[in-house]
């Protein structure tokens, strides 16, 4: 990885301790106040914008705001990455499937349309959120 300041290693730091979770800038400069490591939130979206062009991060823009997320993949491999939103609770996890590679491919072979798998984000409900609708549909 390329130069990086304490700064940015704190922000990295704590975005791969909560890796399962998609966090705001505010959420991230809570958790480095919490750890003794007060980072301003101007100093904070500028590391995660460096962080995000490297591809160590995942920027999720919603309608809610920008989210941030930990992606443990090396910088040129990021076919299999990509996201996933729950429409319910608004979880979002990061997942790695080579299964979505024939996707691509089809999509850039057959319709000239090149997936950037880094701002891919697909729509559904997680399994826990299926679990309680399947659960509500059963009681009526």
Same mark, same amino acid.
């Given at each position: 990885?390329?130069?990086? =300041?304490?700064?940015?290693? &704190? #922000?990295?730091?704590?975005?791969?301790?909560?890796? *399962?979770? &998609?966090? =705001?800038?505010?959420?991230?400069?809570?958790?480095?106040?919490? *750890?003794? %490591? @007060? #980072?301003?939130? &101007?100093t904070i979206y500028r590391q995660l914008d460096k962080l995000?062009? =490297? /591809?160590? #991060?995942?920027? %999720?823009? =919603? +309608?809610? /705001?920008?989210?941030?997320?930990?992606? /443990? $993949?090396? *910088?040129?491999?990021?076919?299999?990455?990509?996201?996933?939103q729950c429409e319910r609770c608004g979880r979002i996890r990061?997942?790695?499937?080579? $299964?979505?590679q024939g996707l691509y491919e089809h999509l850039e072979m +057959? $319709? $000239?349309?090149? %997936?950037? @798998?880094?701002?891919?984000?697909?729509?559904?409900?997680?399994? %826990?959120? &299926?679990?309680? +609708?399947?659960?509500?549909? /059963? *009681?009526?």
């Amino acid at each position: 990885m390329p130069y990086s =300041t304490k700064q940015q290693q &704190a #922000v990295l730091a704590c975005l791969e301790k909560r890796q *399962e979770e &998609a966090l =705001t800038a505010g959420e991230l400069a809570e958790d480095l106040r919490q *750890e003794g %490591i @007060p #980072v301003g939130l &101007a100093t904070i979206y500028r590391q995660l914008d460096k962080l995000a062009s =490297t /591809g160590r #991060v995942h920027k %999720i823009n =919603t +309608e809610d /705001g920008a989210f941030y997320q930990y992606c /443990g $993949h090396e *910088e040129s491999d990021h076919r299999g990455c990509f996201l996933l939103q729950c429409e319910r609770c608004g979880r979002i996890r990061h997942l790695d499937c080579s $299964h979505l590679q024939g996707l691509y491919e089809h999509l850039e072979m +057959e $319709h $000239h349309f090149r %997936i950037n @798998p880094r701002r891919t984000l697909f729509s559904g409900l997680c399994d %826990i959120c &299926a679990g309680k +609708e399947a659960g509500d549909h /059963g *009681e009526r």
